[in-house]
Antibody, heavy 117, light 107 residues
Protein backbone atom coordinates (compact mmCIF):
# COMPACT_ATOMS: atom_id res chain seq x y z
CA UNK A 1 0.00 0.00 0.00
CA UNK A 2 1.16 3.51 -0.83
CA UNK A 3 -0.19 6.58 0.97
CA UNK A 4 0.61 9.98 -0.50
CA UNK A 5 0.54 13.14 1.58
CA UNK A 6 1.78 16.72 1.72
CA UNK A 7 -0.26 18.34 -1.02
CA UNK A 8 -1.40 21.91 -0.33
CA UNK A 9 -2.09 25.34 -1.76
CA UNK A 10 1.19 27.21 -2.27
CA UNK A 11 2.11 30.51 -3.87
CA UNK A 12 4.16 30.70 -7.08
CA UNK A 13 7.84 30.50 -6.23
CA UNK A 14 7.13 28.58 -3.06
CA UNK A 15 8.22 25.13 -1.91
CA UNK A 16 6.48 21.95 -0.83
CA UNK A 17 7.56 18.46 0.23
CA UNK A 18 5.44 15.45 -0.67
CA UNK A 19 5.70 12.12 1.13
CA UNK A 20 4.65 8.60 0.27
CA UNK A 21 4.48 5.97 3.01
CA UNK A 22 4.87 2.40 1.79
CA UNK A 23 3.76 -0.79 3.47
CA UNK A 24 3.11 -4.42 2.58
CA UNK A 25 6.30 -4.94 0.59
CA UNK A 26 10.06 -4.62 1.05
CA UNK A 27 10.40 -0.96 0.13
CA UNK A 28 14.17 -1.06 -0.27
CA UNK A 29 13.91 -3.69 -3.04
CA UNK A 30 12.01 -1.49 -5.50
CA UNK A 31 12.59 1.61 -7.58
CA UNK A 32 9.94 4.30 -7.14
CA UNK A 33 8.61 7.26 -9.10
CA UNK A 34 6.32 10.25 -8.93
CA UNK A 35 3.71 10.75 -11.65
CA UNK A 36 1.43 13.76 -11.85
CA UNK A 37 -1.89 14.53 -13.47
CA UNK A 38 -3.48 17.88 -14.07
CA UNK A 39 -7.17 17.41 -13.17
CA UNK A 40 -9.04 16.27 -16.26
CA UNK A 41 -5.81 15.75 -18.23
CA UNK A 42 -3.31 12.98 -18.90
CA UNK A 43 -0.44 11.46 -16.94
CA UNK A 44 3.09 12.89 -16.77
CA UNK A 45 6.06 11.06 -15.26
CA UNK A 46 7.95 13.48 -13.01
CA UNK A 47 10.83 11.78 -11.19
CA UNK A 48 12.27 8.35 -10.47
CA UNK A 49 14.73 6.88 -7.97
CA UNK A 50 16.52 3.54 -7.82
CA UNK A 51 15.92 1.03 -5.05
CA UNK A 52 19.00 2.04 -3.13
CA UNK A 53 18.54 5.73 -3.81
CA UNK A 54 21.84 6.15 -5.64
CA UNK A 55 20.32 7.04 -9.02
CA UNK A 56 17.66 9.63 -9.70
CA UNK A 57 15.92 10.82 -12.86
CA UNK A 58 13.76 13.87 -13.52
CA UNK A 59 11.61 15.12 -16.36
CA UNK A 60 12.99 18.20 -18.08
CA UNK A 61 9.97 20.18 -16.90
CA UNK A 62 11.07 19.82 -13.25
CA UNK A 63 14.83 19.37 -13.53
CA UNK A 64 16.68 21.70 -11.19
CA UNK A 65 13.53 22.45 -9.19
CA UNK A 66 12.33 19.08 -7.89
CA UNK A 67 14.35 16.47 -5.99
CA UNK A 68 13.28 12.90 -5.36
CA UNK A 69 14.67 11.02 -2.37
CA UNK A 70 13.85 8.09 -0.13
CA UNK A 71 14.37 6.82 3.40
CA UNK A 72 14.51 3.04 3.14
CA UNK A 73 14.71 2.65 6.92
CA UNK A 74 11.28 4.31 7.20
CA UNK A 75 9.74 3.03 3.96
CA UNK A 76 9.09 6.54 2.73
CA UNK A 77 9.49 8.32 -0.61
CA UNK A 78 9.79 12.10 -0.89
CA UNK A 79 9.49 14.79 -3.53
CA UNK A 80 10.96 18.17 -2.65
CA UNK A 81 9.43 20.78 -4.93
CA UNK A 82 11.00 24.25 -5.12
CA UNK A 83 10.33 27.30 -7.30
CA UNK A 84 6.81 26.10 -7.91
CA UNK A 85 4.89 27.37 -10.92
CA UNK A 86 1.21 27.47 -11.81
CA UNK A 87 1.81 24.68 -14.33
CA UNK A 88 2.93 22.39 -11.50
CA UNK A 89 -0.66 22.30 -10.26
CA UNK A 90 -1.69 18.64 -10.38
CA UNK A 91 -2.47 15.51 -8.44
CA UNK A 92 0.81 13.83 -7.59
CA UNK A 93 0.95 10.04 -7.35
CA UNK A 94 3.77 7.95 -5.99
CA UNK A 95 4.18 4.73 -7.90
CA UNK A 96 6.06 1.49 -7.27
CA UNK A 97 8.13 0.17 -10.14
CA UNK A 98 7.97 -3.49 -11.13
CA UNK A 99 11.06 -5.50 -10.19
CA UNK A 100 11.76 -6.52 -13.80
CA UNK A 101 10.65 -3.67 -16.02
CA UNK A 102 10.09 0.06 -15.43
CA UNK A 103 6.32 0.00 -15.25
CA UNK A 104 4.16 1.06 -12.33
CA UNK A 105 2.36 -1.81 -10.64
CA UNK A 106 1.11 0.00 -7.53
CA UNK A 107 0.01 3.59 -7.02
CA UNK A 108 -0.80 5.87 -4.13
CA UNK A 109 -4.16 7.60 -3.95
CA UNK A 110 -2.65 10.92 -5.02
CA UNK A 111 -2.19 14.26 -3.29
CA UNK A 112 -3.28 17.59 -4.80
CA UNK A 113 -0.78 20.40 -5.22
CA UNK A 114 -2.24 23.77 -6.16
CA UNK A 115 0.10 26.62 -7.09
CA UNK A 116 -1.76 29.91 -7.04
CA UNK A 117 -1.58 33.37 -5.55
CA UNK B 1 11.65 12.44 -26.08
CA UNK B 2 9.45 9.64 -27.41
CA UNK B 3 5.92 10.80 -28.17
CA UNK B 4 3.09 8.29 -27.79
CA UNK B 5 -0.04 9.07 -29.78
CA UNK B 6 -3.23 7.29 -28.78
CA UNK B 7 -6.28 6.90 -30.97
CA UNK B 8 -9.11 7.38 -31.01
CA UNK B 9 -9.47 10.01 -28.30
CA UNK B 10 -12.92 8.65 -27.47
CA UNK B 11 -14.47 5.28 -28.24
CA UNK B 12 -18.24 4.94 -27.82
CA UNK B 13 -19.31 1.33 -27.45
CA UNK B 14 -21.95 -0.81 -25.77
CA UNK B 15 -21.36 -3.46 -23.12
CA UNK B 16 -20.42 -6.76 -24.74
CA UNK B 17 -18.76 -5.10 -27.73
CA UNK B 18 -15.09 -5.39 -28.62
CA UNK B 19 -12.82 -2.40 -28.02
CA UNK B 20 -9.63 -1.80 -29.99
CA UNK B 21 -7.33 0.98 -28.78
CA UNK B 22 -4.18 2.14 -30.56
CA UNK B 23 -0.89 3.60 -29.34
CA UNK B 24 1.76 4.74 -31.82
CA UNK B 25 5.32 5.65 -30.83
CA UNK B 26 7.36 8.36 -32.55
CA UNK B 27 10.27 5.91 -32.87
CA UNK B 28 10.74 2.19 -32.46
CA UNK B 29 10.52 1.09 -28.82
CA UNK B 30 10.70 -2.69 -29.35
CA UNK B 31 8.06 -4.13 -26.99
CA UNK B 32 8.73 -1.66 -24.15
CA UNK B 33 5.13 -0.58 -23.64
CA UNK B 34 2.50 -0.82 -20.94
CA UNK B 35 -1.21 -0.08 -20.75
CA UNK B 36 -3.06 1.36 -17.74
CA UNK B 37 -6.71 1.80 -16.91
CA UNK B 38 -7.94 4.79 -14.92
CA UNK B 39 -11.47 4.94 -13.59
CA UNK B 40 -12.94 8.27 -12.41
CA UNK B 41 -11.50 9.38 -9.09
CA UNK B 42 -9.02 6.52 -8.96
CA UNK B 43 -5.31 6.04 -9.53
CA UNK B 44 -4.21 4.26 -12.70
CA UNK B 45 -3.98 0.46 -12.69
CA UNK B 46 -1.43 -1.54 -14.66
CA UNK B 47 -3.13 -3.85 -17.18
CA UNK B 48 -0.48 -4.95 -19.68
CA UNK B 49 3.33 -4.75 -19.62
CA UNK B 50 5.98 -5.46 -22.24
CA UNK B 51 3.28 -5.02 -24.88
CA UNK B 52 1.47 -8.31 -24.34
CA UNK B 53 1.79 -9.57 -20.76
CA UNK B 54 -1.21 -9.25 -18.47
CA UNK B 55 -0.45 -7.91 -15.03
CA UNK B 56 -1.45 -9.84 -11.94
CA UNK B 57 -5.22 -10.11 -11.47
CA UNK B 58 -6.13 -8.67 -14.87
CA UNK B 59 -8.99 -10.51 -16.62
CA UNK B 60 -8.29 -12.45 -19.79
CA UNK B 61 -10.59 -10.19 -21.84
CA UNK B 62 -7.73 -7.67 -21.85
CA UNK B 63 -4.96 -8.36 -24.35
CA UNK B 64 -2.10 -6.38 -25.82
CA UNK B 65 -0.16 -6.73 -29.02
CA UNK B 66 2.36 -4.95 -31.19
CA UNK B 67 6.03 -4.05 -31.34
CA UNK B 68 8.22 -1.37 -32.82
CA UNK B 69 5.97 1.66 -33.21
CA UNK B 70 2.41 0.30 -33.31
CA UNK B 71 0.60 -1.21 -30.35
CA UNK B 72 -2.95 -2.30 -29.65
CA UNK B 73 -4.98 -2.92 -26.52
CA UNK B 74 -8.02 -5.11 -27.10
CA UNK B 75 -10.91 -5.65 -24.71
CA UNK B 76 -12.74 -8.64 -26.15
CA UNK B 77 -16.15 -8.00 -24.57
CA UNK B 78 -16.74 -4.83 -22.59
CA UNK B 79 -17.98 -5.16 -19.02
CA UNK B 80 -19.62 -2.17 -17.26
CA UNK B 81 -16.49 -1.60 -15.16
CA UNK B 82 -14.30 -1.30 -18.28
CA UNK B 83 -15.68 2.10 -19.23
CA UNK B 84 -12.72 4.25 -18.26
CA UNK B 85 -9.67 6.02 -19.68
CA UNK B 86 -6.74 3.99 -20.96
CA UNK B 87 -3.14 5.18 -21.20
CA UNK B 88 -0.05 3.69 -22.77
CA UNK B 89 3.46 4.26 -21.37
CA UNK B 90 6.92 3.38 -22.71
CA UNK B 91 10.05 2.46 -20.74
CA UNK B 92 12.47 2.51 -23.68
CA UNK B 93 14.54 5.46 -22.46
CA UNK B 94 14.41 8.59 -20.29
CA UNK B 95 12.16 10.42 -20.00
CA UNK B 96 9.36 7.95 -19.63
CA UNK B 97 6.25 9.26 -21.33
CA UNK B 98 2.57 8.45 -21.47
CA UNK B 99 0.11 8.71 -24.31
CA UNK B 100 -2.70 11.23 -24.14
CA UNK B 101 -5.30 8.59 -23.33
CA UNK B 102 -8.37 7.00 -24.91
CA UNK B 103 -11.69 7.33 -23.17
CA UNK B 104 -13.98 4.32 -23.58
CA UNK B 105 -17.50 5.54 -22.97
CA UNK B 106 -20.91 3.91 -23.00
CA UNK B 107 -22.77 4.38 -26.25
Amino acid sequence: QLVDSGGDLVQPGGSLRLSCAASGFTFSDFAMSWVRQVPGKGLEWVSGISAGGGSTYHADSVKGRFTISRDNSKGTLFLQMNSLRAEDTAVYYCAKVRRDWYYFDDWGQGTLVTVSS
Amino acid sequence: EIVLTQSPATLSLSPGERATLSCRASQSISNSLAWYQQRPGQAPRLLIYEASNRASGIPARFSGSGSGTDFTLTISSLEPEDFAIYYCQHRFNWPLTFGGGTKVEIK
